[in-house]
C-alpha cells in the first residue's frame, strides 16, 4: 500500500471525505457508481428495525412514504430516484410482467448504479451512524466484511474506486499492493467495528495517480485549514 497524501482524525469524517473528494473538478460527476448498495439492500430487506428507516428508503425499500403520500427525497441533497410500489395493488399478470420488464431495464441502464457526491455522503453517514445493526445483517447475507465501493473516473482517462471497508468480530484486513490507503487516526466507527479507507490504481500508472490524487487532497487541505498539512480536523 501506498500513502495517500490526506488523514482523517475520526472516522465519522468519512462521509464528508468521500463528498468532498467526489466533488473536485478533476472527477467526472456522471462516472460516479457504487454498485454495493444493491447488496446493501438485499442484505436489508427483511430487517425490520425502525432505525434502519431512512436507508431503506434510500435503497427504496421502504413504501411506508409513498403510502404516506411524502416524496421520496432524501435530505442533504439527496436526488436519487428510484420508484416506489404500492404493495396493496393487485396487479395482473401483464402488469406484473411489464414491471419485471422494467425492473431489467432499469438495472441495464447506465444511470442506474449512479450517484451524487451528495448521495453518497447521505448513505454512508447512515451507514457509520447504524454500523453494528447493519454490519450484522450485512454479514448474515454475504458472509464476509461490507466493503462498499465508489467508482469513478478521473482527467487523463483514470479510474479508480474508493474502498470504504468495515471490519469487525476480530477479523484482520488483508494487505492491498494496488492501492493508496487514507490514513485514519481513529478508525473505531463503534466499540466493536474499525474501517478503513483506500483507492485501487493501476500500477502501470502510478506517477499518473499520485499527481492527480495530490492535486485533488491540496485543494482539500487548503479549504480546511489553509495550509498543506495533510489532515482533516
Do not use: W
Not at 428508503?57 to 412514504?65: A, H
Amino acid at each position: 500500500m501506498r500513502k495517500f497524501n490526506f488523514e482523517l482524525s475520526l472516522a465519522s469524517l468519512i462521509p464528508e471525505f468521500i463528498n468532498q473528494f467526489l466533488l473536485n473538478a478533476s472527477i467526472d460527476q456522471n462516472s460516479i457508481t457504487c454498485l454495493e448498495l444493491e447488496d446493501l439492500g438485499d442484505a436489508l430487506k427483511g430487517a425490520r428495525d425502525p432505525g434502519l428507516k431512512d436507508i431503506k428508503k434510500f435503497l427504496s425499500l421502504d413504501n411506508e412514504s409513498h403510502l404516506s403520500g411524502e416524496e421520496n427525497d432524501c435530505e442533504d441533497g439527496c436526488e436519487h430516484e428510484h420508484a416506489h410500489k404500492d404493495p396493496l395493488v393487485p396487479k395482473s399478470v401483464e402488469e406484473t410482467m411489464e414491471e419485471v420488464d422494467a425492473d431489467l431495464e432499469e438495472v441495464d441502464n447506465e444511470y442506474y448504479h449512479r450517484y451524487t457526491p451528495a448521495e453518497l455522503r447521505y448513505i454512508f453517514d447512515k451507514v457509520i451512524d447504524n454500523i453494528d445493526k447493519i454490519y450484522d445483517y450485512y454479514l448474515d447475507y454475504a458472509t464476509v466484511n461490507l466493503t462498499m465501493t465508489v467508482n469513478f473516473k478521473m482527467a487523463g482517462s483514470l479510474e479508480s474506486n474508493l474502498v470504504v471497508e468495515f471490519l469487525g468480530h476480530g477479523i484482520k484486513p488483508e494487505n492491498i499492493d494496488d492501492s493508496f490507503y487514507v490514513t485514519v487516526k481513529n478508525a473505531m466507527v463503534s466499540d466493536d467495528i474499525a474501517v478503513r479507507v483506500y483507492f485501487y490504481y493501476d500500477t502501470g500508472r502510478t506517477d499518473e495517480y499520485e499527481k492527480v490524487f495530490n492535486d485533488i487532497t491540496d485543494v482539500m487541505n487548503v479549504k480546511h485549514e489553509g495550509k498543506y498539512n495533510g489532515r482533516m480536523n
